[in-house]
């Protein structure tokens, strides 16, 4: 005779345990839910059969398939490599404007620009490229050296005032703390933070002595007008992108002992066609000329 205990409302047996006077059915399992159960299993021990499971010292049971991710993963890139292969051939063999003036090349090296600028070139001027305080903006008009392709191609292969390529872009702006008295050197910063529309609550006279001094000594490499000068990299004075700061004591700063900023040379590093690449992308942020 049974002693398990019977549900008295559905006749079905219990499991014999008992929780604060509740009782569990001894229901069966559905039928369905037990194929899809089994099968689970046997799909498992299939699997590892046929592909690669078991962990062993140096390496892991290769399954009957020998598949592997790895080789897989070789396959796809030897066919992503292959298919490049066209463009970067292209690319090493052409000029920047024929880069350019083939629609489908140009996207190409844009695309791959863009990624060695990531690797290369984030550091210094943002993931962006927008800059920051020393470190120019390349998404706005101002250039230095010119933003013209073969500028930007120049600047990248062979950085700028990097003493160790003889082809580097050199210019040096004197410490005028030796050449002119403090009175003078803060009346020039203030006339050229009014170039840009900054006063600073300067007077027209201080102004006025400040044209004086720059016509005298900063005209000769920012031009009478103070538009800068490409063949020297002198900077435009009269817009309102500064790396040190625009106000008349920033100003009145780099005047008196300049800052130098050092960019390398990338083409021993990265080779010609690397290059190519980031010039036609750094181009393509718009601030190009």
Request: aromatic content about 8%; glycine content about 10%.
């Amino acid at each position: 005779m049974s002693d398990k205990h019977i549900d008295e409302f559905s006749g079905v047996s219990t499991t014999g345990h008992e929780w604060d006077g509740i009782r569990e059915l001894d229901n069966p399992m559905p039928r369905w839910w037990l194929v899809i159960y089994y099968a689970t299993i046997v799909w498992a021990v299939l699997y590892m059969i046929a592909y690669p499971a078991w962990p062993l010292v140096r390496t892991a049971t290769r399954g009957l398939l020998g598949y592997s991710s790895r080789s897989e993963a070789r396959v796809e890139l030897a066919a992503a490599r292959a298919a490049k292969a066209d463009y970067i051939a292209a690319i090493s063999s052409k000029s920047v404007p024929e880069i350019l003036a083939d629609d489908k090349l140009r996207t190409f090296a844009a695309a791959a620009g863009a990624a060695a600028f990531k690797v290369n070139c984030v550091q210094c001027h943002g993931s962006g490229a927008q800059g920051s305080p020393g470190y120019p903006n390349l998404n706005d008009d101002d250039w230095l050296w010119g933003g013209k392709p073969a500028d930007i191609q120049q600047t990248i292969t062979h950085g700028i005032r990097y003493a160790e390529d003889p082809d580097t872009r050199v210019s040096e702006m004197p410490a005028f703390g030796d050449i002119l008295k403090p009175a003078e050197i803060n009346q020039v910063a203030k006339f050229v933070a009014s170039l840009s529309g900054k006063d600073h609550g300067a007077s027209a006279a201080d102004i006025a002595a400040g044209k004086e001094v720059f016509a005298q000594n900063c005209a000769a490499c920012h031009g009478d007008n103070a538009k800068g000068n490409h063949e020297v990299g002198a900077p435009n004075l009269t817009d309102a992108i500064w790396f040190y700061g625009s106000t008349p004591a920033a100003i009145a700063a780099q005047i008196k002992a300049p800052r130098h900023g050092v960019m390398p040379a990338w083409g021993a590093r990265l080779g010609d066609t690397t290059v190519k690449e980031l010039t036609v992308y750094v181009h393509s942020l718009g601030g190009g000329e």
